[in-house]
Every structure is written in C-alpha cells, then in structure tokens.
C-alpha cells in the first residue's frame, strides 16, 4: 500500500484520552475521536482500554476504520480508554513503532500515547543504556515510560513529574493507570491538547473537533505546562511547568489542524480566512478568479476573495477516493500523482487571470506541476499566492521537514522560486501576516520553521525522523 | 464493511475502455482510469483484458485501489481492456454480480461492462428461458450477452446491433471481443459515453474526467443511438438508432457526474454553478453567507453567492476519510454518521443568517440534522435552498431511487417539507430552471425523477433494484 | 500459494449432498463432510443451499477450513445443502471454475456438482454454441446445466435424464433444486457415489468416509447408471441407465480414495493391504525391513510385510505441516519439496536392505530421490515395489494424467525405470494382482490408465485439462 | 481460527539460528528451518536477521506458512539469523509475545528466541521492576534481555553469562547480536538444541530433524551448561555451568520430538520403538491386532507388534488436512473434534481383540471416544497400552501441564482410568521401562511429570503459564 503523498508537511499524531467509568463500549468512542483525528495521521491507529488497571489494547498499521472491527472493539472493555493515530513517515514504518505504548512496571500498567518530538530524546535514551534498559521501539513514548518507571517509589502524578523534568521538546500526552487518565502538555504548549466534558466523565484529544463526534462539550485547552489528572468526574490541574514561553506550532493553523477545530482560544478556521486576507492586502494582484488547492487552500482562497473582491471559484478538483495504491510507485506513477488527484475545471479557468492560493510550499514539486496543468488548461496568468511565510527551517517539535537541501524556501528567493514554479507572480504571506492572523499580537506562537527561532536549544543537526531511522 | 451512506441517490456505474495494440499495461491505464470513475460505484471492481480474442479479467468487491494489485494487474495483459466500477445498493450485494462479465460463445469470447438499466430485462429473460437459456447473474448485462450470442451467425457489429434492437431501456455498454473495443449508447442516451484519444488508440469513458489522468485528448461524446467500433487507431461510427428522443439524465448534472466532466457538451461545473444562479434568482432570501453541504453543494453554492452577493463561506467541515466502517451501525450508529461525516463551523455561523445550499433532498432525513447541527452552533436563521426540484418519482434508468414513500418530495408539499426539516424558509430549483441550467433550451435531458415524463414507456411499478432482489 | 506436489496422479473432486428438511445449520455439516473429502481436492470449496427453491452459494479458491467461517455458513440456511472440492491443477485456476455452479431458468434455480469428466463435453458446448449458448466457465457443471434447461418443459427428474442421454463420460453428480436433492452416477460407475442416512434425511457423497462425521449411517453405492431423488425421507430410485458396462475406476483403490471409504462394496483399506500381499508373492525379495512412502504406501507395506514375513517398520518421515507455501518455488525450491515434506529415519535405516513401497510411479522424479535419500543415509539395499501396474495411457474420465511423454511407464521398459530410479530391484503389481486385490474376479473395473481398454470410446487426443486449459 | 486439540500436552517452542556470512537469502533458511520444526509450535512464528549489527525481524500469529511471505523474506537480509515458533496455549494469545525478541541497548541491538520456562522469572522481573524496569511482553526473553542489558559494560559473551547465573529453569536460547550467533542451553539440559555445520557456518536447531532440509551435517549437541558463540566458520564452547544434574525432558521422546530427531545421542525414533517394545513385556495381552492412535502412537505400536508378535495393522484413519478451523467450537463441534480428526477403519477392525497404543494420556477424554468408537465397529476386545507412565505432576520447563485436577493420572489409579475409558485392560510403561527406551541407564533424563522428582527446587504454585495469564 503506497501513500499519494503531496508537497507538505506531515503531522507526527494525534492522541483522544477518554474516561467515563461505568460507561459501556468506551473503546467505540476512542474509535469515532480517532475518525476525527484521522488527518493527524495515517499509517497506524491503536487503542488500549484500562478496566481496574489491567490493560488491554490493540494496533495495527492502517487506517482507524480499517484497523478496527466489531471483534476487536469488543474485546476492549474498559472505564477509560486512550487512543492514537500515526502517520507515514516512509514506507518503512512498523506496527513496533505504533502507539498507544502499553508497558508493566513495578506501579502496574501503564499505556501512553504522545504526539510531539523530545529533542533529548536520543540523549535521556543513551543514559538509560548506560544502566542497562533496553528499548523495543524507536519513539518517544518508551523513553518517558521508562523515566516514570524509575519513580515508581512515588504516586503515579509525582513519578510523571519527575520524569517530566528530564524531558525536553514537544508533547502532548495522554497516559492512563490504575483507576486514572492523564493529559500533559509540554510547558511550551507546542503541541495542542483539549479537554472535553461528556456524561460520567472526560475527555482529552488533540483537536477539539473530535468532541462533536462524541456529544462532548468543549471545556478549555490544557495549559502548557500543565498537567491534568481525571477519574470520572473529577477533574484535577496540576499546573508543574506555568512558566514557560507559550509556543503553539503555528503550522497548526497553516495545515495540520482540521478548520472545525479551535485552538488555545482561536478557531482554526477564522485564522486562516484571516491569513487569506491579509495576503491579499500584502499581495494583491490583477485577476479574474481566485481558486484553492483543495482542500487546504480553500479557507484562506475564501478570505483572500473577500478582501481583493475578486470571485471565489474553483479551478483544482480533487478525486476524494484516491489516499492510497497498492501499485508500486515507479517513475510514471510518480508523474501520474498530482493528476490522480487533481484535475483541472477548463471550462471554468480557460482565458482567466487567477490567483491560486496554497496554504505551503515545501519542495516546490507540487506548485510546478499545478501551473502547468492550469495554464495548458487555457489559464491567462497563474498568481500564487502561500497562505504562510516560506519554510526556512527544520522542525525538531514532531513535524517531518525534509533536510534544508530540499526546503525550496531555504534555499531560493522568492523569484527564483516563481521562475521554478512558473507563476506569473508569486507571494508569500509575511511571518507578521501570519501571527496577525491567528493571535493578533503574535504572542504564544512557535514559528521556528520560518523564522529559526525555536522556543528553546535544539540539536545542531539530525532530527527525529533521522533518530527513528538510525 | 458498511458504507457511510447520506441521503443521496445513487449512481449505478461507471465504465471505462481502452483500445492501444502494443501498449504495455494497459491494465494499469485501465485501472487509472477507473479510479477516476471510483465516484460512480464502490461496491466492486473489475477489468478485463483482451489479447488476440483471449479474455483474461479480476474483478472483486471494493474499492479500485482495494481490489487491484501489481500482481493482479502484471497477470492482465493485452490490447484492449474494458473496466467497470459498480455501487453497493445493499450489503447483500455479491461478486457474481460484479462486472465485466465475461462469456464464451460461438463467435470467441467476449466481455461487456453496462451502465444503466433495462426496462424489459426480465421480460426478455423469461422469453430467453423459455428457450432453455439459463442465467447465472441477476444483472442485464447477462441477458445482452445472450441475445448477441444468438446471432453469432452475423458479423460482430451486426450480432450487437440485432441484440439492441430487442432492449429497451439505459444502457452505455463498453464490449471488447476478437481486436476490436466496441462502445454503445442508448437510442435516448440517457447514461453518457465519451471517446478519448491516446497514443495509439482511443478511449471510452463514462465521464471524460478519466481522460486527465490517462493523458487523453477529449474527442467528442458517443451520440445517442450510436455504436463507435475501435480497432487501434481505426474508429468507426454506426448510427444504429439515430432518431430517438435525446434524454440524457439531469442527475448527472445535478449530482453523478464530477464537475470535472463534460458531458453531451455542457460542462457539469458550469451547469451546477448556473443551477445555484438561477436558484437564487428564483428563491432569492436576505442572509449573511451562503454555504453548501460538502461536496456535492458546493459548486451551486458558490454560483448562489455570486448571484445573490451574499458571500460564500463554509459552515460545514466533511471528514474526508469517514468512507466506511467496520463497525456494525446500531442504531446509535446511524444517529452518529452524520455526525462522522460533518461537523459545524461554530465560530463562523453563529449569529448568522444562512442560506445551506444542497444539491438535492431525497429522504430529507440528513436535512434535518444538518439544520439542528446549525441552529445548534448559533446559526440565527437556516434558508435551504436545493440546487434541484424535488425528486417525485422512481427512475427506471440506472439509479436507486427508495420507493415512492420514502421520497418525501412525492408525498409533501415543500412548506411540508419545510417544517419537517426545521429550515427558516425552504427553496427548490425549477425543473425549468434546471434545465436552463444545463442546456439553456432543455432540449436532450430526461427529467422524469422530477416531472414522471419518462422518455420511454415504463413498467408500472417495480424497477431494477426490485429486480435484482427477487 | 504455492501447493508441494507428489509424483502422483490427482483426483478431481469430491461432492456432497444433504437433505434433512428442519434441521438448523445444515451448511455446516455439508461443512463438515467436505473437511472429510479434502483429499480429494485442495484447490477451492464450495456450498450451495437450498431453501424452498431459493439457492444461495458460496466458492472460494483455498482449503474447506479456510474458505468457511462462521459468518459464512450462517448465511447459508437452506433444508438441502451441496458440497464441493476441487484439487489445483495449476497455479491458473480460478474461482470461476469453482463448483458446485448454481444457475436460474425457466423451472427456479439449481445447484449442480460434478466430479468426473464428459468425453464429449467439448462437442456439445459447441453444439449448443450453435444454437446461440453462452458459456461463463469452462467446467461441464455448465454444459449439464444447460442440458437440463432445454427440457424446462418436463418435470426435473425427466429433464435431467433427457440431459443424460446426450453426456458421455464419467460423472457423480449432486443436485438440487426446488425441494429435492438428486444424485447420479454414470452408466459405467466410473466415479463413485454413496448414500447415507441421517435424521430426517439422507446424505450422498463421493466416499462414504464422511459419513462418520456426520453421523450417518452408510446404506448403499449409488448403482452404475442409477439417479436417487431424495426428498427429505424419501428416497426413490430411478435406474435410467441400466446395462452398463460397470467400470469403477480403480485407481480410487490405488490412491485416491481414504482408507476408511467402502466403494462398491470393497474396503479401500482391504483392496490395499491385499495389493501389498499379492504384490509380494508377485516379486518376493529378500530384504530387513519393509518401509513405506508416507502415507500413500502404508498400508499396502503393511500387507507386504505380512506376506513376505519381513518385518514392517518405518524409513521415512513426513512433515505433517507442510502442505503450500508461499515461497515461489524456484529451482532450488523444486529440489527443496522432497525434502520439506519427507526424511530419512537414519538410525533406522542403516546397514539395512530395504523394501520400499509406493502406491504409484508416475513420473518417476521422486522416487529416484527417495531411494538416493535412503542410501546416503545407509541403507544396503533398495527395493522398490509398486502396489499398481505402470502407468501408461492417459485418463479421460477425471483424472489429471500427464502427457504420455512424461509417463515413465509408456515410455520406458521396468528394467529402464529401475535403473532411472538407482533401486536395486523393482516390481509392479500386475494388473490381475491388481484387480485381485480389490474384486476377487476383476469385474466392474476400470483399469484404462494401466491397460488402455478404455470402457467407452474415448477422444484421438485431448484430455478435459487440455480442453480447460484452451 | 480455532485448533484442534487433542488430549496432548503441548511444546512450548522450537528455535532455530543460522550463520552463514555472505549467504544470499538466509531468511528463506530459516523459513525452511521453521518449517521442520512446526510440530514444537502452530500459534505463531518470527524470523529476525542481523545484518552488521542491524536486526530487522517480522513475526505473526499463523503458521510458518502462513505468517511469511517472499515480500517479507526479501525484506529480511543478513549474515545471521534466528527463528522462532510458538504454540498456541489459549485463543488469547497475541503477538505480542511472538518471538524472537528484539530490543536496543547499550551494546547495540539483539535478537533472542527462547524455548523453555524460567522458574524465577516472576521473582527476577519484580527485581527489575524495583529498579525502574518496564516490561512490555510478558514472556521470559524479555527479563534475560533485560538482564543481558545490566551488563552492558562486559563482552558480550560474559554478559550473557552474568545474566545465566540470576536465572534459573530451562532454556535452550539462540541469540545473535553485532557479529555473532550464540546458542545456549541451560545447566540441566532440560529442552534440547543440537549444532549442524551449513556451507559457510553453522546452523543451531531444538532439533536435529531441521538440519535435513537446509542440507546441513549434524555435529552435536550443545551441551547442557554450554554456550556456543558461532561467527561464520568459528566456533567456541563455553562451558559456562558444566556441572549441572543433566535432564533433558523425556517427554521429547515420548511425544514431542520428531521421530527423524535425534537428542543427546538418542533417536527419537528408536526409543519410541524400544519404548513399546518394553511396554509389551511389561503389559502383554493376547490380541489379534496391534493398532496405534496415529502418528503418535505409530512408532511405540510398531514395536509392541515386533516385541508381542500380534501383527501391527491400523484401525483408526487420520484425516490429514483437518488442523484448524473457523467455526467457534461449540458443544457439538467440541464432541465432533474427535471424528474430525479420526475415523475407525471398520472393516480392518471388526470381531477383532485390539491392543491400542496411545503414547500418553492426560486428561483421558480422547481415550474414551476412541475405544467407544472402536468397539461400536465391532471390536471384540480394546486393551489399552500407553507408551509412557501415568503424568501425575505439573511441569515447571515449558510443558502446558492442565492443573492437577484435571491431570486424569494425579487422581486415579490405573484401574480407575480403564473403567473411565471403557477399556478392556489398561497398561502404562514404568517409569523405569521409559527411562531404559531412552537411554538405557536412565541417566540425564527429567522424569518430574511421571515422578515428581523435579531436578530443581520448583514455585509451589502456579507455572509458566498461570504467570503469563495474570
């Protein structure tokens, strides 16, 4: 099976966290969250459920409505229940490496899932070498399984504290024991994690998107730094890192996060018609359409219309069946991409001036393809517009940035870039644009992947896609 | 493996062919071009190749990208290939009916994929069996199949058209016997056809959205009543039946076909779009933003706005990839697949006068939650407004359409419906409105779901569905 | 998957049939007994039930124990159920040729399934080819099929043996239709049939060893020439082909059939322990120990070991696991089958002069590995004894004989073979010894594939595989 | 898929290792190897190769056969490799404890597959679990890993060593790590593993059997408190506990082992045979016919015949093809296992005084079907004579011993169980009769099922297998 990837950066995961004792089938409901959050990843989807403290769980590389059966949910029967999506990376990924991580220690069971990226990861690992431990996996997860292992002197909140302590990069993690769920979220709140209040109890998920699914209410996000511990109805804050420089992924409002989902107080959906807008005031342009790449650029193609008064039509149109071909990608197949999922509406771009909003550019590969089908489709002048500034740097906080050699925005300026791409013009939403857009102020937001400047010391090189693949 | 189904009607099938003597792999062109038709059918999936008059073929349940295999296609080889994509009326459906269906006969092998329906299938096959002939299938490609085997005397073309002139009904047929690919359309063309040119040969195609991915030049559609014979770069066109009435289906207009497609000269992209204009001219309301139920809305919605200045925006977020579920839908589960497929804007409808624009109303059952979900979310005022005119009556032409009880446009009034749905106001196209839309002059359409004018005489009650059941 | 074959013939199926109007779960017995007549085809299974004249199916290419499931035979409720099994003749064969064929005409629906092959099956097609018949598969299931259908104007039972009157061949067929299950065996006995009873009903099969897991009660063969139409309770006879030339085929003694079956009133395991006796008195030998190829050659090692006074003991060994695999058996995996399915008792072996006895010789390739395998593990002597004559003419009647120039007993003197093979010795039994062993006189035998006396008229060239294979 | 059980006790495990620098495709070895050793275990099976220190691996539940695939050995390249497979106790087995089992520590990567049972497993892992150690399988190669890990700073050969010395039980290990096969068997020598010399290097088997198909010479054993470290054509002992009370299990020979194996300088096959030739001088009865429950009882019955005279023949018929099934074995299906399994070869058996040899009997409910099957066809006498003595006492080592309430020879004497089976006579072999088949002295065996005499202090409670389930 063979992913048709295009030209953007991926999401590392998405974690649900649900705890309603008493309730029947809990292991459905972490099933329909995981559909929600099925856009954060792809390759493999788990569920472990925790009935008395025994934990039982199951994972497997797919899609959630694929992993998942009436069997298997059955078998998972529970009082709180976590669940997680991954996504693929390469074609390489295992189930070994699929989450939640359900590991015995001295304190009981334990199961976590964890979407982010320690940027001490591989050095905390070395050290636990150094005194024997071994590890099954390459993620994040069984490094902090095994620090909270080594506390197990102390009440499961406190040990997890500690071991927070050692950990440095992003997360967001849910982790249940004993009679307990429990969400964290890193003190720089990188990763986005949201607390939900359904019947009988609670529920943690990345997006909050996933609570219209489960009937749950929208309560508030987990603070960075903070740590919040539920059994049934009760509902603790742990506040154990208030401190820190808020720095949400602000990639989140560019791509990752669905536009139904509301973040850190700000809808997803608003700050990318706000980043359409604000483009077109930093680059307007002549045209008689402004079209998407669907469906990513849609939100902010919709601002972007409203603010030049140019019409809003459609020019791309995606084939929604095609995500995956059990045909192995050769060369011709690899031409053959762009246009199995898109094809061009002629009819309605032929002898038109259009702006074509994409909410990204990463390699460039993509865009290129694009304006040649639009502009052999009759298209007058192609106008690009990105709905965000260029990607410049690595991400070491969970997203898979190719090496800077292929980040066409490190490497070229943005006429080169238009030359390579063929546009007519080109235009990059400013890193200012971008923060306005979401916050206002700019305040809280990590946007270290255009401008290089992460939130806190990162490696010098490597990140952790090159760990997991070492 | 339950399909998510929303209230829509549904299409039959989709086929696709594809003459090119030399050209490796047709069999991939083939399955390409299928998953460009994946929209018209999800049910099964079947190709068939043929090289020299040897007819190999796979055809399986599910989706294309499911079904086909490197290896399966690598063991498909030859110079013609015909495929098929067909739609899961039921869970009861099987591979036995599956397409193409390939026989063996007197004059060689031969293979068929049909898209349509016959109105005198069983009368046909009583007659058939009357003289010993035996059926294996429940579908009418079988009993065409026969009726050229009894004239196996004739030269191909000739055996093909004396079986047509016994059939009364939809049919656009994709034959592939001996070297030649044979493509046929009904004497009223209700269901499209369309020819492609590639390297070395040509195309056939339900829809000419296949022709993008294939890399083929759009020739012009197959006429009703003709019969277009393939032989490499040969074409030859045999009007058979050139003076029926010209009826080719509204719904694909109004729904079937991708906007990407061309059909019988109107682009399906324009004519939605000019749906949603005329529509806000016939129902025009005061409102803050015209949204659509994704997708299938979208394209009148966007031509609503224009026309209406009222802005377009999106209030509705579709999980793009809630397909199908393992999980057996309980009743709880039905109330959830709404839900698994959308979700509400909040932030962007609440306080808003809206006005949804949906393609077409069928059962109203989705209408209703989708009007809760959001007057739920804060919407101040919901205006329906459907891009088509209420759907009265059965068709007997390839579509399942539920029983006259269940299609509420039958038996309501639209203020009826209206408060049955809980819209602020409710809207409908005209049915001459829809077919200026399409046409301008609504010559060539059958609009008999919405006027019961069918093109035909029908049978007085049952239809193919009912058929196909017994 | 690949299949591990033997130098040996192959049978070509087995078939069931159940009728016990009532009784719950009757696919599942059919389920059952088809575990009971795997031996005689490993290719794909099949099950067809009968309720009130509705017949629903399911084939699929693989073991019986992987084709069903629970959810499967659930569906399959009926008061009649037939079974079949069919072996792999090679890696090309389909589903589509999977039995039992179920078929619709003029009077209902019918399920048919055949074990045997019709000499003029080709003949006929193409006479009903003629006439304007088409055919879905190549198995004569469909000719028969088609035979029936063409006196629809007659009662089943008429117009089945008008269908008769027109095949020539071998056959065992189970049928069924309307309320009855109908069995028939050919003028000449060729393949067999047997009838059991169980509560409310009765039961035909191939071999009356699945008559123990069924619980039922053995009553008699199918006579030569004979249909049983079954109805619940009762049973009737209808001799419509009387005066026979009664020609069981006797290699359902040699190899085919399980120890365990009776066949027209002979013990397979006697007919075999017998072949052994006579076998030694027909080419004695001076030896330590008389040993077997698994399993086919146990028991008539046990009876040459009686006769000869040589103790019996066991020189090699089979690998009870090793029935496919899905290693594409290249080169090296060819040599690598012998091995993975058998090996050498060295200790046991050692220092000894050896009688080894198989079943059959037919090709001759394993058996010269055999004895290499023996006498590099020690053994002094080996002498090769055959419980069957040489295999020299093909078969038309059902079994799947090589081309004769691959059968080393028409082409090669014993002596030749005997030096091919590097055994010190090596004797055949004759056909008298043969014949001896099952009937006492020889009556009612086919022994064609030994003799060349073929029972009926049989095609110049051309065997049923050849005729599948076209 | 549900097994077949019959009334045996169950392998644990069987594990293969293979070194052959430079080799092409030493995964398809090891699959070959696996292959031969199925019969140790059907649950589930893995393969792990090393490639310069890098350990790829791919288990899964299934069959050898089944679990594999070309793409998947293709994937596996390396200079070494190791496999595993595992036998299914329960249906709630999972793959997370297949095996071999990889992990990632200081000194780089491992592999281990292990047959056996520690005794002080669960102490060792509450050890670990106080000093911070997770756990994530709950199978005993975890904690010796975990172990092998503490001394990280050693060699790898004397960290291995180290962690020998903390555990105790029994285990026969392959392990390969940077450029090293290692095999080690624990000091009592409880669960065997023998040396075979492949082209290049050398080949590591529970048993000898496996060493025909890979063409590989058989050198020795490994010594009980040996470890062998291989590197390509290099080998080293070291005797690392070599003055441990030597006992090997003897239920290898009574059942487990494959006859063609030979252990410790014993064949399998020849104290089998020797066993009931023992077993008739201890328990002669005058009969007409010495039949075995086959396979098991095949090679004991054979020598009771040679011993007693009475002529061997076979009365129960085996249906090779039935393993498992997908049909939830309820009530009745748990009464047809038997029949499934087996049928009475009535005509062979009839009017005649049988002696039937069983190789062991643990709960007795086959026992009592089989002689109520035989004498329903019409045996005059059925005296049953068992192979082995009376087990009486759970197994610590790796043996699924039912709980003592349930062990039929725990709780009632011989007379007893031949009323309980409706047996003429019963007879057992003496411990010391078994012990004499063996080894003729009675040295270097575990007889602790039969006598109780463990060769190890043992848990008072509870095994292996209540550990695993907790």
Redesign the interface.
């Known amino acids: 099976m063979y992913p048709i990837h295009f030209d953007k950066l991926k999401e590392e995961c998405g974690v649900i966290g649900i705890c309603s004792p008493g309730m029947k089938n809990i292991s459905?409901l972490a099933?329909?969250g995981l559909?929600?959050l099925?856009?954060r990843g792809?390759e493999s989807a788990g569920i472990a459920v925790n009935q008395d403290g025994k934990i039982t769980y199951y994972k497997e590389m797919g899609?959630?409505?694929?992993v998942?059966?009436?069997t298997v949910?059955q078998r998972l029967q529970g009082d709180i229940a976590i669940g997680h999506v991954r996504y693929s990376t390469t074609g390489e990924s295992y189930v070994t490496n699929a989450q939640p991580?359900?590991?015995?220690?001295?304190g009981g069971s334990i199961a976590l899932a964890h979407n982010g990226n320690l940027v001490n990861a591989q050095q905390i690992r070395?050290e636990l070498?150094?005194h024997?431990?071994?590890?099954?996996t390459?993620i994040d997860s069984e490094v902090i399984?095994?620090l909270i292992?080594?506390?197990?002197a102390m009440p499961m909140e406190e040990a997890i504290q500690e071991a927070l302590k050692k950990i440095r990069g992003s997360y967001a993690l849910v982790i249940t024991c004993r009679d307990k769920l429990i969400g964290v979220r890193d003190p720089n709140g990188l990763r986005p994690l949201c607390i939900g209040k359904i019947e009988g109890g609670y529920v943690l998920s990345s997006e909050s998107?996933a609570f219209?699914?489960l009937?749950a209410e929208f309560i508030r996000d987990v603070e960075a730094g903070e740590m919040v511990v539920i059994d049934g109805n009760d509902i603790r804050s742990i506040p154990y890192a208030p401190n820190g420089r808020k720095a949400l992924c602000s990639f989140e409002f560019v791509y990752f996060a669905?536009?139904?989902s509301?973040m850190d107080g700000r809808?997803v959906?608003?700050s990318r018609?706000n980043a359409g807008r604000i483009l077109a005031q930093e680059h307007p342009v002549e045209a008689d359409m402004v079209i998407a790449v669907p469906?990513s650029g849609?939100?902010a193609a919709?601002g972007y219309?409203?603010e030049s008064k140019i019409?809003?039509?459609?020019g791309l149109?995606k084939?929604?069946?095609?995500?995956?071909?059990?045909?192995?990608p050769d060369q011709r197949m690899r031409e053959?991409s762009v246009?199995?999922k898109l094809?061009?509406?002629?009819?309605?771009v032929k002898g038109k001036r259009l702006v074509l909003i994409d909410d990204s550019i990463v390699r460039g590969t993509t865009s290129r393809r694009l304006v040649d089908m639009l502009k052999a489709a009759g298209a007058k002048e192609v106008h690009v517009r990105v709905s965000s500034p260029p990607v410049k740097f690595s991400c070491y906080f969970g997203i898979d940035t190719p090496t800077r050699k292929n980040l066409v925005g490190a490497l070229h300026s943005v006429e080169e870039i238009r030359q390579m791409i063929g546009a007519d013009s080109l235009g990059y939403l400013s890193i200012e644009g971008l923060m306005k857009s979401i916050h206002m102020d700019g305040q809280g937001l990590c946007n270290a992947c255009f401008s290089g400047d992460y939130p806190m010391e990162v490696p010098k090189e490597g990140n952790k896609f090159l760990f997991e693949k070492r």
């Open positions: 459905q099933y329909f559909h929600a099925q856009h792809q899609l959630v409505q694929e998942f059966s009436d949910l991580l359900v590991v015995h220690y001295k070395e070498e150094e024997g431990v071994i590890f099954q390459s399984a095994n292992a080594r506390y197990n998107c219209h699914v009937n669905r536009p139904d509301v809808s959906y608003i018609r469906d849609t939100v919709i219309a409203e019409p809003f039509g459609e149109m084939n929604r069946y095609v995500g995956r071909t059990f045909i192995q053959l246009r199995l094809n061009v509406l002629k009819e309605n």
